[in-house]
DNA sequence: ATAATTCCTACCATGACAGTCGGGATTCTC
DNA sequence: GAGAATCCCGACTGTCATGGTAGGAATTAT
């Protein structure tokens, strides 16, 4: 029952992009720079976000990575789904699932927890957006500005 | 963001349990039986679950295991965490997390977020308890039985 | 005694995670 | 056109959790 580091990484990034939105695209190097993360890892995330559709790149010199849509349409829940795969506590609650692979379907008492589960987890990860991470992030900021300049 | 089958299989032992409560120890040789499971994994879930305080054992010949109390007093959250440990998102919401562990703490803005989850995944995990998942089963159990003849 | 049980430790195979590395393709700038 | 900055891609690696198996010791009812 936990987030991996690497979508952990991921949101990091994309809060980085979405401070940068309508301001040309960020490169990864910067984003390691700034959230002191491993680059070469980085990448490897960044290109699965963009085939996951959350951004857009741009090869070349001023190249980098940008949204594909406004912070305030992509959900931590695309995020995490992007780069971890569905949200789901068991097989047989998940989208793909096929009715019958689990043998003990017609018996089984503890699905009904389980899609109650997974429906709290989506809701959670599904209401909060981007935007409300960054503008938390600037809130915070304003507050202890000292802290950042270590 | 999913619960091992380690746990799932720890779930389903308590739930013969919680059916035995009150009838005297049930060996894991028959849970495997009814379960389906591999009986030297469950021996290793059972001392777990034993040392989580949340059954007792009995050894020698009518020997087995039983609900160290009533099945309406564990929820399945109990067994989650004697197995698979505290649930929790990201390390940095933990019971036992120490300030100042992580260096982003003062301006992490996903922080709330996390929070949010770890609480809405304990509120449904704590609210439902080893009896209701019985209760369930007897449900299903009345309306399809013929089922469960194979 | 012996059979049924829990108990305990060690072992193992597989896959995910968290990276690193090296090079190729593209595009801007000079 | 050269060079630098970038994204793109595949291969490799070490560590750890998961999901088991195996063997034997201790305990207890019959």
């Given at each position: 029952?936990?987030v991996?580091?690497?979508?952990?990484?991921?949101?990091?990034?994309?809060?980085?992009?979405?401070?940068?939105?309508?301001?040309?695209?960020?490169?990864?190097?910067?984003?390691?720079?700034?959230?002191?993360?491993?680059?070469?890892?980085?990448?490897?995330?960044?290109?699965?976000?963009?085939?996951?559709?959350?951004?857009?790149?741009?090869?070349?010199?001023?190249?980098?990575?940008?949204?594909?849509?406004?912070?305030?349409?992509?959900?931590?829940?695309?995020v995490v789904?992007?780069?971890?795969?569905?949200?789901?506590?068991?097989?047989?609650?998940?989208h793909?699932?096929?009715?019958?692979?689990?043998?003990?379907?017609?018996?089984?008492?503890?699905?009904?927890?389980?899609i109650?589960?997974?429906?709290?987890?989506?809701?959670?990860?599904?209401?909060?957006?981007?935007?409300?991470?960054?503008?938390d992030?600037?809130?915070?900021?304003?507050?202890?500005?000292?802290?950042?300049?270590?």
């Open positions: 029952m936990r991996s580091s690497k979508a952990h990484y991921g949101l990091r990034m994309m809060t980085e992009f979405a401070k940068a939105y309508g301001a040309g695209p960020l490169s990864i190097a910067e984003v390691a720079r700034v959230e002191h993360l491993p680059l070469a890892y980085l990448e490897q995330l960044a290109s699965q976000l963009r085939r996951g559709g959350l951004v857009d790149s741009t090869r070349g010199v001023h190249g980098g990575y940008s949204l594909a849509r406004p912070a305030d349409q992509i959900s931590v829940l695309d789904t992007v780069i971890e795969g569905e949200v789901s506590p068991v097989e047989c609650v998940s793909g699932y096929v009715t019958g692979t689990c043998q003990r379907e017609g018996e089984c008492a503890s699905r009904g927890l389980w109650r589960l997974k429906q709290s987890i989506d809701a959670v990860l599904s209401q909060t957006t981007l935007a409300e991470l960054v503008a992030q600037s809130l915070i900021d304003s507050i202890a500005p000292a802290e950042t300049t270590r």
